[in-house]
């Protein structure tokens, strides 16, 4: 064979492997970016700014619409926790009150009416009926017997045939009647269901009466009065302003949409824009009832323990409220989630070298992560929600990230 043979039999040999590869690479996909699936802790926190009060004030209003009765306190005045401060007038929520305990009164009577007197009765009745339909069966047969000796009639036997259905439908009615006065039957359920229903009615109506007093949450100095005897309030209106004794607080303004999420005693941490570096524990202590129509914002404060030096009042803070812990979460970088507003949350999972979708289902996001309660498990790939890919296509993906 000749040189110049061999040089085109090795130049083939060399086209079919680039041509190999190529198809390899082809089959295998474009090197994809990837996150890998994470297990560990988790922490969801809500992201404010605010200022510092020291000491903190606390704005105080009205829970129902009523005439002020009385406002025993003075601007400047000292308070002690639990003092009134404002009487409303209470008399329509006393009728209310009244009315049910009333109705507390006739549910539990109800109730004892079917264990004491129903009951009894109606077992009575189960145990009449039953001895009505055993003489009816007992009358039938004598009937049939004398029919058949030809002593009466065939209107005589139909008499009796008649007496003894009766007698039976009497009897099944009585034992229906008696089983749903048990405490197993439907009659016993319902009245035991309106007497809790009623005593719950009762408790609303005796927590709505409490509000016509408002009394001071802690003890301190109330710094604005804003309302007198005989005004009409109503809520949504500061009425007066309390500077508790305590520690210093910061005033931050949430979005309403983070308002379920919110509960007393959450953990924050803070810090200042004059020293951010230098961040301090805080603790969320009042949430204001009110939301401003304006913006969409509540206003949160919260206790701060140990201020750092420098801490002064008015300074602009930076504040994470955490809102949920959760110490073996599943999570991914929140932008691998598809549709994460939609109904039906999807990711793009690696699976043998192909990208398969794979419905999830979501639970908290906070910076920039995601927790996955259902669909994925730790060391899974995903990709980017960026990525274009088919259901079942083949990829190959890059080093994780």
Not at 228 to 251: C, Y
């Amino acid at each position: 064979m000749g040189t110049h043979s061999r040089q085109w039999i090795a130049a083939g040999v060399v086209g079919l492997v680039l041509v190999g590869a190529a198809a390899w690479g082809w089959w295998r996909g474009h090197a994809l970016p990837s996150y890998t699936v994470l297990r560990g802790e988790f922490v969801q926190t809500i992201v404010a700014s605010g200022h510092v009060e020291t000491p903190h004030r606390i704005d105080i209003g009205a829970q129902i619409t009523a005439p002020v009765v009385a406002v025993p306190v003075a601007e400047g005045q000292r308070v002690e926790r639990g003092q009134l401060l404002m009487q409303l007038d209470d008399r329509e929520l006393a009728v209310a009150v009244q009315a049910a305990q009333a109705q507390v009164a006739q549910a539990e009577a109800k109730l004892r009416q079917l264990v004491e007197v129903q009951a009894p009765v109606s077992a009575l009745a189960v145990r009449q009926a039953r001895l009505n339909m055993d003489n009816a069966r007992a009358q039938a047969k004598r009937q049939a017997d004398l029919f058949q000796q030809g002593f009466i009639g065939q209107a005589a036997l139909d008499e009796a045939v008649k007496a003894l259905d009766l007698s039976e439908a009497q009897w099944g009615s009585a034992v229906k009647q008696a089983e749903s006065e048990m405490p197993s039957g439907s009659e016993f359920a319902l009245a035991r269901a309106n007497a809790e229903a009623a005593r719950s009615a009762l408790e609303a109506a005796r927590v709505r009466q409490g509000y016509a007093r408002i009394v001071a949450p802690a003890t301190g100095v109330l710094i604005a009065r804003a309302v007198e005897a005989g005004e009409q309030v109503s809520p949504g209106h500061v009425l007066m302003t309390l500077s508790p004794d305590g520690a210093t607080q910061l005033v931050v303004q949430i979005d309403e949409k983070h308002l379920r999420y919110l509960a007393l005693g959450a953990p924050a941490s803070a810090s200042s824009e004059a020293y951010p570096e230098q961040r301090f524990q805080a603790q969320l202590a009042f949430v204001n009832p009110g939301i401003n129509a304006q913006t969409g914002a509540v206003t949160v404060k919260l206790d701060v323990p140990r201020p750092p030096a420098g801490l002064q009042q008015d300074m602009t803070v930076s504040v994470n409220i955490e809102v949920a812990r959760h110490a073996d979460a599943i999570v991914v970088p929140s932008d691998a989630v598809r549709d994460p507003a939609g109904a039906s949350p999807w990711v793009m999972r690696v699976e043998g070298g192909r990208a398969r979708r794979v419905a999830v289902r979501l639970g908290a996001s906070a910076g920039g992560r995601t927790e996955i309660v259902v669909g994925l498990q730790a060391g899974d790939r995903v990709l980017p929600a960026t990525v274009t890919v088919r259901d079942g296509e083949h990829v190959r993906l890059a080093s994780p990230t």
